[in-house]
Each structure stands twice: as C-alpha cells, then as structure tokens.
C-alpha cells in the first residue's frame, strides 16, 4: 500500500463522541486526503491537504475537521459522531494534484 | 456536474472468460482517466493511465480503451483468473486535486 497506513482499522463507537482517524505516510508526499466510501457511491474527498498546516474542504466535509502538522501524518477528527458517519475511510496520496493516488489500506468505522 | 457512470454494477464469469467494463463520463475539463482495482478490504490500485491522446492501454491482461470525442472508456479483462475478483473503478481527473469517482464494477468470477 505504497507506504501508506492507516490506524485504526476497524473502530466501533457510540453516537456523540468524538472519534479521530490517524494516517501516517512513508512516502514524502506533499498532497494527502481523505475519502469516504459507502455502498453505491463513487469515494467521495473529505478533506485534503497541500502541506504542513495546509488544508481544505472536499465535497463531504461536514462534520468532519482534520489536522497535519507533520508532512507524514494526517489526522481526521469526527467531533461528535452520528450514524450517518459509518463507513470506510481511505486516506490517500500524491506528488502533485493530479498525479496517481496512492491508497491506504482503508479504516471501517461504526457509529451506533 | 462532473459525473462517472460505470455498467454494469456487477457481474459473474467464469475462469479463463473475457469481460468488458464501461465507463462514461461527464467530466470537464479533462486531464486523464485511470481505472483502479480494489480488492476486498483494501485500498484501490491503479491499473491504467490514460490521456486525451491516447486510445489503447494494456496492464498485462487488462487493456483499456478511451474515446475522448463520445467520453466513453472501457476495460477489457482477458482469460479471466479468480485473483480477478475485485472492483474495478474508473476514475477521471480533471488536473487539480479533485478526482471523479465511478461506483465501480464488482466482478466476479467463478472456476
């Protein structure tokens, strides 16, 4: 998975509390992102980055905020999660935008 | 509003078979379209790149095929092996950060 991972893989929480997604790249890639991924939907960007500090909305971002205060790390923060937050998250990679994603292997959440 | 529609949502063959995915798009302005498999409980994989010029592009037993003029692409899977079994996911860029997702094709195939 291109030096890419992802912690936890499999997480089970509770409505209304908050939870926080890690991704941790060996790659030295400027660009990283989060995706969901449901069931009959293309991945859907979250939020993405373009550096250290460096970040902006995707197309879901609602309810959701992140932080990357080191180029390798990129953390996503579910502030008070809802059922509706349950699905995969894919953290993901790039030289340039526009370039080829690479791919973490994928975080399954549940929100009950 | 930039769209990726792939067909069919799945399907079944059996091993050493031949299949076709397609995929449309909407998409504008366009930079390039990659197809990615994704396996079971893992991240997507690119398999092919393709850019505007281009019309043919093989990954061993996977060719690609793109129309820029009708927005239309397909991937071709040849003598079909279970490792195939994954989906398959179309995916087109306009040239910034901000990437267009088909649903993906699930295929799966049988001995």
């Known amino acids: 998975d291109a030096g890419i991972t992802q912690s936890p893989r499999h997480k089970v929480t509770e409505t209304g509390t908050p939870v926080t997604l890690r991704c941790h790249q060996t790659?030295?890639?400027?660009?990283m992102y989060w995706y969901r991924q449901d069931p009959g939907h293309g991945l859907r960007l979250i939020h993405y980055?373009?550096?250290?500090?460096?970040?902006d909305k995707g197309e879901v971002s609602d309810g959701y905020s992140v932080s990357r205060s080191k180029t390798e790390d990129f953390l996503l923060t579910l502030e008070s999660a809802t059922s509706s937050q349950t699905s995969v998250y894919f953290c993901?990679?790039?030289?340039?935008?526009?370039?080829?994603?690479?791919f973490g292997p994928g975080t399954r959440l549940t929100v009950l | 509003k930039n769209q990726v529609e792939q067909s069919p949502q799945s399907l079944i063959i059996l091993e050493g078979k031949n299949c076709t995915l397609q995929?449309?798009?909407?998409?504008?302005?366009?930079?390039?379209l990659r197809w990615y498999k994704q396996d079971t409980g893992r991240g997507p994989v690119s398999l092919t790149i393709?850019?505007?010029?281009?019309n043919t592009k093989s990954n061993g037993r996977y060719t690609a095929t793109l129309d820029a003029d009708t927005k239309q692409s397909s991937l071709h899977i040849t003598a079909s092996q279970l490792s195939d079994s994954a989906s398959y996911i179309c995916?087109?860029?306009?040239?910034?950060?901000?990437?267009?997702f088909g649903a993906g094709t699930t295929v799966t195939v049988r001995a």
């Open positions: 993901a990679i790039s030289v340039q935008p526009g370039d080829e994603q690479f």
């Open positions: 980055s373009y550096g250290v500090k460096d970040t």
């Open positions: 393709m850019t505007f010029s281009e």
């Open positions: 995929c449309n798009y909407t998409v504008s302005p366009f930079s390039n």
């Open positions: 995916v087109v860029s306009a040239g910034d950060y901000k990437l267009s």
């Open positions: 790659e030295n890639h400027r660009y």
